[in-house]
């Protein structure tokens, strides 16, 4: 506020140095103006009386004598030749030159001179140091410093309130409206001037770390397997939902492979969990290094994953199958003192020749991975 203030002030002195200028200027030549005039007057009644230079320079030294405030000189010769008033300006003083013209009742007696021409040249100089204004002209001075300062202020702090405090309002309004909608936010960046609204600022911008570090570790949880780090159940749901949808806009045919690991039980009774949560996260990480290109891996849960690949259909089958077996065959896990070559049952649907709906898929597919593992079990 303060800010507004000086500018206010500023400007108010440049604006009154040159309004009273003009003030001043328009005060002296109306003076001038109007004492040239009464002149004039005196100077016509004399003239008519048949007067001479002597007496009318006698008529110019009663007019000093009564205006002492200004110094009036008249010129009947040599005279600067003027069209109109000229008002000159030095440090000290300021003098109006009033050219005198010839008017239609000088004819009768100038009947050589011609209407409108300068005859003579009226002088009035002024020293500003006695230039005494009007109480009007104070008045008016008065009221407009004071509507002038009033609007001044007025809209210094306007656009001081404006930038710095609802401007900065308005972001942290954005802010909330964003946090309410979960949409990723914003740092507020735009810093103010004002203690109480900057800390506000750095308040909502630790509280958006917070709440963004927080959503992302939600949305995580909800959609991603905290052991293995793949896509969990919900997501895969919502994945195959996106997949059937495109895959029925293409044209193209895609095939899951739903897969458990064999005999996991046992390795978990027998060896610990420790040993089968490294199982899982063994499996999850040869399935999904190998087929990150050509498809997605999610945890159904338990010990029991499915793979999506896309443009895959029933004749690819085999040879996915293979490509698991062998993963696992070349790559044994190792957890301490366990090193064993974990073993998996397949089972696959493909889409649109085993179905054409998302249970309807996990359901062949499961029904095809039983039969594989009724059909090892007997082996």
């Given at each position: 506020?303060?800010?507004?203030?000086?500018?206010?002030?500023?400007?108010?002195?440049?604006?009154?140095?040159?309004?009273?200028?003009?003030?001043?200027?328009?005060?002296?030549?109306?003076?001038?103006?109007?004492?040239?005039?009464?002149?004039?007057?005196?100077l016509q009644a004399l003239?008519?009386?048949?007067?001479?230079?002597?007496?009318?320079?006698?008529?110019?030294?009663?007019?000093?004598?009564?205006?002492?405030?200004?110094?009036?000189?008249?010129?009947?010769?040599?005279?600067?030749?003027?069209?109109?008033?000229?008002?000159?300006?030095?440090?000290?003083?300021?003098?109006?030159?009033?050219?005198?013209?010839?008017?239609?009742?000088?004819?009768?007696?100038?009947?050589?001179?011609?209407?409108?021409?300068?005859?003579?040249?009226?002088?009035?100089?002024?020293?500003?140091?006695?230039?005494?204004?009007?109480?009007?002209?104070?008045?008016?001075?008065?009221?407009?410093?004071?509507?002038?300062?009033?609007?001044?202020?007025?809209?210094?702090?306007?656009?001081?309130?404006?930038?710095?405090?609802?401007?900065?309002?308005?972001?942290?309004?954005?802010?909330?409206?964003?946090?309410?909608?979960?949409?990723?936010?914003?740092?507020?960046?735009?810093?103010?001037?004002?203690?109480?609204?900057?800390?506000?600022?750095?308040?909502?911008?630790?509280?958006?770390?917070?709440?963004?570090?927080?959503?992302?570790?939600?949305?995580?949880?909800?959609?991603?397997?905290?052991?293995?780090?793949?896509?969990?159940?919900?997501?895969?749901?919502?994945?195959?939902?996106?997949?059937?949808?495109?895959?029925?806009?293409?044209?193209?045919?895609?095939?899951?492979?739903?897969?458990?690991?064999?005999?996991?039980k046992p390795i978990n009774?027998?060896?610990?969990?420790?040993?089968?949560?490294?199982?899982?996260?063994?499996?999850?990480?040869?399935?999904?290094?190998?087929?990150?290109?050509?498809?997605?891996?999610?945890?159904?849960?338990?010990?029991?994953?499915?793979?999506?690949?896309?443009?895959?259909?029933?004749?690819?089958?085999?040879?996915?199958?293979?490509?698991?077996?062998?993963?696992?065959?070349?790559?044994?896990?190792?957890?301490?003192?366990?090193?064993?070559?974990?073993?998996?049952?397949?089972?696959?649907?493909?889409?649109?020749?085993?179905?054409?709906?998302?249970?309807?898929?996990?359901?062949?597919?499961?029904?095809?991975?039983?039969?594989?593992?009724?059909?090892?079990?007997?082996?």
């Open positions: 506020m303060s800010l507004s203030a000086v500018l206010s002030l500023i400007f108010l002195g440049v604006f009154l140095f040159f309004w009273g200028q003009k003030v001043l200027t328009n005060h002296v030549t109306d003076a001038s103006v109007s004492n040239s005039k009464a002149m004039m007057v005196g003239m008519k009386k048949g007067a001479d230079s002597e007496e009318l320079q006698k008529l110019v030294r009663e007019m000093n004598q009564s205006f002492s405030q200004m110094d009036i000189q008249l010129a009947t010769t040599d005279f600067k030749k003027l069209d109109s008033v000229e008002v000159v300006r030095s440090e000290q003083n300021m003098t109006v030159h009033y050219p005198v013209k010839v008017e239609k009742q000088c004819i009768a007696c100038h009947t050589e001179e011609t209407v409108g021409s300068q005859k003579a040249l009226i002088t009035h100089q002024f020293p500003l140091s006695k230039v005494v204004f009007s109480l009007t002209d104070v008045m008016v001075l008065l009221v407009t410093f004071t509507l002038i300062s009033f609007l001044i202020m007025f809209a210094l702090t306007f656009l001081y309130l404006r930038f710095w405090v609802i401007s900065p309002l308005k972001d942290l309004s954005h802010f909330i409206d964003q946090i309410n909608s979960h949409d990723e936010l914003d740092y507020l960046s735009k810093r103010t001037n004002i203690y109480e609204i900057e800390r506000i600022r750095h308040a909502f911008n630790r509280l958006g770390k917070a709440l963004s570090d927080s959503y992302g570790k939600t949305v995580q949880a909800a959609h991603f397997d905290a052991l293995t780090g793949v896509g969990n159940r919900r997501k895969m749901l919502d994945e195959l939902v996106e997949e059937l949808k495109q895959a029925r806009e293409s044209g193209s045919p895609f095939t899951i492979f739903l897969m458990d690991l064999n005999q996991f009774d027998q060896y610990g969990h420790d040993v089968g949560d490294a199982a899982l996260v063994h499996f999850a990480t040869l399935l999904k290094t190998h087929f990150s290109e050509r498809g997605q891996l999610f945890r159904m849960g338990g010990d029991e994953f499915l793979l999506v690949l896309n443009n895959t259909d029933q004749t690819n089958v085999p040879n996915i199958k293979k490509q698991v077996h062998d993963l696992l065959s070349e790559h044994p896990l190792e957890e301490g003192a366990f090193k064993q070559t974990l073993q998996t049952s397949i089972g696959s649907a493909t889409y649109p020749d085993n179905a054409t709906d998302v249970d309807a898929l996990i359901k062949h597919a499961d029904m095809a991975m039983l039969k594989d593992k009724n059909g090892l079990a007997e082996a």
